[in-house]
């Protein structure tokens, strides 16, 4: 049997690929841990739920953080995910000159309507291993606020699942009530 050794990149090298032209915006993909992964397709349900929470966090944190939609963050050495929503520090040129880094992220959110089981493993993964402090994950399905806190050993020490009638705080900004209802059409 032959085993077959899987090569992982760098963000610098998934850079150069785009640079050049091998990846370019077409591709739906991100750098997940070294890997290159496809992104799903969005059906109405992810979309909608996408565009409505970033309102409602955009409105919340007005004049204190930018809510950026399905953009790159680098998480160096080797992923560069485009969460469905980043919640970053605003910087005076926008981010033109670079992908917000784990220093300037508030909180990460990702949507899943099909991609429940991915988010709670390999994005549990890579957003803890970058010391991204709080990280969400909005159930379409059910309706639910997965809240992950507290960094560390490839996971968050912490995991609270939120029903739509819960009110809650976000780490970075614990003087603002977040109303899970709100976060859904």
Known sequence: MTVTKLRLWTVDEYHQMIETGILDEDDRVELLEGQIIEMSPQLPPHAATTQCSANYL??????????????????????????????????????????????????????????????????????????????????VNERQVYVFREPGNDTYQQEIILNEEAIFSMVAFPEIAVSVGELFP
């Open 58 to 139: 955009s409105n919340l944190l007005t004049d204190l953080a930018y809510i950026r939609i399905q953009s790159p963050i680098t998480l160096r050495p080797n992923s560069e995910p485009e969460p469905d929503i980043a919640v970053v520090r605003i910087v005076a040129n926008q981010y033109f000159d670079h992908h917000p880094t784990p220093d300037e992220i508030f909180l990460v959110v990702e949507v899943a309507n099909t991609s429940l089981a991915k988010d709670r493993r390999q994005k549990v993964r890579t957003y803890a291993n970058a010391n991204i402090f709080e990280y969400w994950i909005l159930d």
